[in-house]
C-alpha cells in the first residue's frame, strides 16, 4: 500500500502528541545511533514529520552540523517548526518528495529516515534519491517496522469490527513494509554498498488506552472517518482496544514489544 501519510490542522499536532511522542519517540534514538554521528556532519533526514529523528540528529553533530528536514506534508512541517528548537544545529524545514528532493547531489554525509520508506509510491527511486544526495563515504540509515504490532493489531481490529473494513487497512497501512530481503535488494540496486539489516526490538508504554485511542486515531489517516462516526462505534472502538491490550496491562497503561528493521549502508 503506498497511500500518503497527509494530514493537516489538527490532525498534525494529535499525531506529535500521540504517534510521534509515544510510538515513533522511543524509536528514534536507536535509529540515530545506527548512523554513527558525528560533530560538524551535515544529515538529511527524509519523510521528517514532526521532527522526531532530525531533532536527535541534530544534538549529535552539534553547532557546526547542518541538518535538514523534508516531508510532503505541510501540516506535519508547520508543528515541526513550530517545537522548540533543539541545542546543535539549526535545522532548515523543507516541504519535498522524497522522490524528488530538490537537494544537490553529494550535499549531505548521512541520510535519516524513520518511517517512511512504506508509504513512497515508489520506494527504488526514493533510494536513488538518497544515494544521489550523499556525498562519497556517506551513510544511510533507514527504518521500517517488522511486523502489525501488538497495539496496531488492536486497533485495526477494533476499526475493522466497529467502523470499516477500509478504515482498518488504512490505520494499518505504515505496517505493509518491504521484507528484510526487499529492502536489501532495493538498497544494493539503488547503489549503496555494505548494506544491513538488523532487528531492533523495544518496550512502547502508552498512557491510558481508553483517552489514547481516539487522540491517536485523530492524528492518522483515518482522522475523518472516525470524527463522522457514530459516538457508539467510536465508544465500542476503545473498549475492543483497551479488552485486547488487556494483558500488556502497566500500571494505568499498557507496556507491548515492538520491533523494527534498520538497514544501514554507505556509498563507496
Known amino acids: 500500500m503506498t497511500e500518503q501519510f497527509q494530514l493537516s490542522g489538527e490532525a498534525a499536532e494529535h499525531y506529535q502528541r500521540c504517534g510521534a511522542q509515544y510510538i515513533l519517540g522511543p524509536c528514534a534514538p536507536s535509529l540515530v545511533n545506527a548512523a554513527r554521528l558525528s560533530a560538524g556532519e551535515r544529515v538529511l533526514d527524509v519523510a521528517c514529520g514532526t521532527g522526531v529523528v532530525t531533532r536527535i540528529a541534530a544534538e549529535r553533530v552539534g553547532p557546526a552540523g547542518r541538518l535538514v528536514g523534508v516531508d510532503l506534508n505541510p501540516g506535519m512541517l508547520a508543528v515541526a517548526r513550530s517545537l522548540p528548537a533543539p541545542n546543535g544545529a539549526p535545522i532548515e524545514w523543507l516541504e519535498r518528495s522524497a522522490l524528488d528532493l530538490g537537494l544537490e547531489d553529494a550535499s549531505f554525509e548521512v541520510v535519516l529516515c524513520q518511517q517512511g520508506l512504506q508509504f513512497f509510491p515508489d520506494k527504488a527511486l526514493a533510494l536513488r534519491e538518497m544515494r544521489r544526495v550523499l556525498d562519497r563515504g556517506g551513510r544511510l540509515a533507514l527504518s521500517v517496522w517488522k511486523g502489525v504490532g501488538a497495539y496496531h493489531q488492536a486497533v485495526g481490529d477494533a476499526l475493522a469490527r466497529f467502523i470499516s473494513t477500509e478504515a482498518g487497512a488504512r490505520f494499518c497501512a505504515s505496517r505493509q513494509v518491504p521484507t528484510k530481503e526487499d529492502l536489501q535488494r532495493l538498497a544494493t540496486e539503488a547503489g549503496f554498498a555494505d548494506v544491513e539489516v538488523r532487528i531492533d526490538r523495544i518496550d512502547i508504554r502508552l498512557p491510558p488506552i481508553d483517552e489514547f485511542t481516539l487522540e ?33 496491562a502497566d500500571g494505568d497503561g499498557v507496556t507491548y514489544p515492538e520491533e523494527t528493521q534498520v538497514l544501514t549502508a554507505r556509498v563507496q
Not at 475523518?224 to 465500542?236: E, G, S, V
Open 216 to 248: 491517536h486515531l485523530a492524528g492518522s489517516p483515518v482522522a475523518q472517518t472516525i470524527a463522522a462516526a457514530p459516538p457508539d462505534a467510536r465508544a465500542k472502538v476503545t473498549a475492543s482496544v483497551t479488552k485486547q491490550l488487556q494483558r500488556y
